[in-house]
Antibody, heavy 120, light 115 residues
Framework: QVRLQESGPGLVKPSGTLSLTCAVS?????????WDWVRQPPGKGLEWLGE???????NINPSLKSRVTMSMDQSSNHISLKMTSVTAADTAVYYC?????????????WGQGILVTVSS | DIVMTQSPDSLAVSLGERATIKCKSS????????????LAWYQQKPGQPPKLLIY???TRESGVPDRFSGSGSGRDFTLTISSVQAEDAAVYYCQQYQSPPPMFTFGQGTKLQIK
């Protein structure tokens, strides 16, 4: 059973950089899956941020492309998210998730999420 | 970008009755090489991540009760709960995938309350 666990600072200052890590257990990020980040502002809906493949290919939501980078560390089985120039609008629960496959493009495993608040 | 619009925004259904949630896409949903629509449904309870219920518009994820069913094609999709149970109180989201470039879009969510 794959498990994902997000970690990182819960509070980031405006104009700062949000940095999160997702630890994957019960599976390897070197397996042939896309690993994604999705966020949810408090009381609102879900927004896809981007995805990273086991070979390092990355696709980012065009609306965030200038501010978001993703990476992976196969030695520690982690994926990472960085978002620069954050504002209060970036306050959200951030989830990492796994896509089932190229044929089933849906998220079958999710982390519990981490609330990141942007505030001074 | 594709916009996904769910209706209604909220609904209240009596225990044992049917609940129907609709999802309409601004463009026709893409399909995989097996002609399956890239349309999924999720259930989210407070304080929890979304849970995958349905993929390919109508295929139940493993372990999902058979009272949940999905249907539709093209731009119009439906999630039906045939006999609502107390534990079905949640927010439900539809999600589509398009490529190129890769992009996932969710509906705004539908809150289901049990009367």
């Amino acid at each position: 059973q794959v498990r994902l666990q997000e970690s990182g600072p819960g509070l980031v200052k405006p104009s700062g950089t949000l940095s999160l890590t997702c630890a994957v257990s019960g599976g390897s990020i070197s397996d042939s899956y896309w690993w994604d980040w999705v966020r949810q502002p408090p009381g609102k809906g879900l927004e896809w941020l981007g995805e990273i493949y086991h070979d390092g290919r990355v696709n980012i939501n065009p609306s965030l492309k200038s501010r978001v980078t993703m990476s992976m560390d196969q030695s520690s089985n982690h994926i990472s998210l960085k978002m620069t120039s954050v504002t209060a609008a970036d306050t959200a629960v951030y989830y990492c998730a796994r896509e089932m496959s190229d044929q089933v493009v849906a998220f079958d495993f999710w982390g519990q999420g981490i609330l990141v608040t942007v505030s001074s | 970008d594709i916009v996904m619009t769910q209706s209604p925004d909220s609904l209240a259904v009596s225990l044992g009755e049917r609940a129907t949630i609709k999802c309409k896409s601004s463009q026709s949903i893409s399909k995989n090489s097996n002609n399956k629509s890239h349309l999924a449904w999720y259930q989210q309870k407070p304080g929890q991540p979304p849970k995958l219920l349905i993929y390919w518009a109508s295929t139940r994820e493993s372990g999902v009760p058979d009272r949940f069913s999905g249907s539709g094609s093209g731009r119009d999709f439906t999630l039906t709960i045939s006999s609502v149970q107390a534990e079905d109180a949640a927010v439900y989201y539809c999600q589509q995938y398009q490529s190129p470039p890769p992009m996932f879009t969710f509906g705004q969510g539908t809150k289901l309350q049990i009367k």
